[in-house]
């Protein structure tokens, strides 16, 4: 017998995309992106490969590439409404709106037990001042999954202040120190300007950012924000691993005084 063994390309591409999904389920995102460029730069157009690519991407924060890639998959996968779910993902944290809403009434459509999708649908409702629309999403994504969404607060009710005093004493010395003499300002959402002041856009779901730009030369622990703006329909979503109002706007605080200052997280933060 003679030749070269060789095997075949498609059974290549199968155990690539298997290495690409282990590593998404993993959460090892960087690592599934590795895998699936070095397909996508044999097959441009996979369109299982350019979905892991959108998911890979959007588990590590890369909204633009994500939704980019997301884009392109829909080309050849109108019909599948997994698509479609993560295209609402990947525009949403775009702050693209208009695209998120499109892409989300399909999955809700085709695929209406997905909580998932139910809670996204209200996510974006809201930001579209769709208020009766958004409650209802979110009861229907509570309904589906009880033990992972949670219904959101009631903002009227909530003692948003209260929280906030209580979340100031419980952040760090540094951190006390730095927002003590800084003003505070309680908003609904972030508008678009406020998310598109940097690119890419911040995440609409931020629960807190600062107004003005760290300073460049001078210490930015002592140059401080101008102010701070804090958003109820924010923190209103319950997070697993924040439960509490005060954990989440404290949590926001300290992302917010971490980006202003540029230190790392593990120099001033404690067990």
């Known amino acids: 017998m003679t030749g070269d063994w060789t095997m075949d390309p498609n059974t290549l591409i199968e155990l690539r995309l298997g290495r690409v999904h282990r590593t998404v389920a993993e959460g090892h995102g960087h690592e599934a992106i590795v895998e699936v460029e ?21 588990s590590v924060g890369n909204a633009i590439a994500a939704r980019s890639a997301l884009i392109q998959c829909l080309q050849s996968n109108r019909d599948n409404p997994a698509v479609h779910l993560a295209l609402a993902m990947a525009a949403f944290e775009c702050a693209d709106f208009q695209r998120a ?8 459509r085709e695929i209406p037990d997905s909580a998932k999708a139910w809670f996204y649908k209200g996510l974006i409702a809201e930001r579209m001042g769709c208020v009766d629309l958004a409650e209802s999403a979110f009861a229907t994504a509570h309904e589906l999954d009880p033990d992972q969404i949670c219904l959101p607060l009631d903002e009227e009710q909530t003692r948003w202040d209260e929280a906030l005093q209580h979340a100031l004493i419980c952040l760090p010395l540094p951190f006390q120190v730095f ?20 690119y890419p856009p911040l995440s609409p779901m931020s629960g807190a950012l600062y107004q003005g730009k760290p300073p460049r030369e001078e210490d930015p622990w002592q140059h401080l924000p101008t102010r701070v703006r804090l958003y109820t329909g924010n923190l209103k979503h319950h997070l697993i691993d924040l439960p509490t109002i005060e954990e989440r706007i404290t949590c926001a605080l300290v992302n917010e005084a971490l980006s202003w200052t540029g230190t790392a997280a593990e120099n001033v933060l404690t067990d």
């Open 38 to 58: 070095e397909l996508l730069d044999q097959h441009p157009n996979h369109s299982e490969g350019l979905f892991l690519a959108g998911q890979a991407l959007l």
């Open 101 to 108: 809403q499109q892409a989300i009434d399909t999955a809700c």
């Open 179 to 198: 927002y003590r003499e800084v003003t505070f300002e309680w908003y609904a959402f972030p508008s678009i300007g406020d998310l598109c002041v940097e």
